[in-house]
DNA sequence: CCTTTATATAAATTTTATGTTATATAACAG
DNA sequence: CTGTTATATAACATAAAATTTATATAAAGG
């Protein structure tokens, strides 16, 4: 899954994961969307690329403006995964034999 | 939010991303984890650094064994954090002054 | 003890990300 | 047209990640 790859490494990014923050917000500009940061235009130009990349906004064109906003659905694949793993986790959790297992490692232990 | 930062780069590998998959079906040694990979030992003991320092599982110690399994409640700041983005995205699809920005951006455009 | 098994760590290398500066493009304002 | 504004792209530097090989450690099995 090349999507989840890209998806989870674009919401590594503090940057980015900001710059998301700022678009639950509503739509903004580059320019608007670069201001809070300690960091060049182009910079913020290529963490957008990485979010639409990754399906986590869109852009239309506005004259010379590139508004941009969080995609409504982005996150849909990365929900479905992160399902699957909870509920992983959870069977795990009170799985019987991975709690034999660890009761024959503590008591076992013991040379026979 | 450093933790997010671990967490969901530690999610945006593949390799790591199997290894979860195959926790999923109950605690495995390091060599049981390393072996469906064509990728040495040292890597994939590296790769289960990474998910055991993102909180994602945990080790105990069986002799020289390592078994790791999935940690319990290891999804949940990431789960809290998707979960504000998720609301963020449904908000923003309903928006009203997107909507009307958007309507004005497609029909104003017309050089009046 | 000595060997093997399971894992970790170190050093070196390759790859990928992130940021910068400088420059291009394209719409807009006069 | 011309200058300005908004954004993108290219070329480069640096830094961080992923991997490998080689080696260390430590428990287990004889």
Redesign the interface.
Known sequence: ??N??TA??A????TR?AI??R??L??ATVMELAEPFDMTQPAVSRHLKVLEGAGLITR?V?GTKR?C???????AE??R??D???Q??????D?L??VL??MQ?EEGKEKP
Request: glycine share 2%.
């Open positions: 899954m090349r989840l790859d989870f490494l919401l590594a990014d503090p994961r998301l923050a678009l639950a509503g739509e239309r506005e508004p906003r969080l995609a409504p659905d982005a996150i990365i929900d995964w992160l699957w793993l909870r992983a986790m959870a069977r795990n959790y799985r034999d991975d297992a660890e490692t």
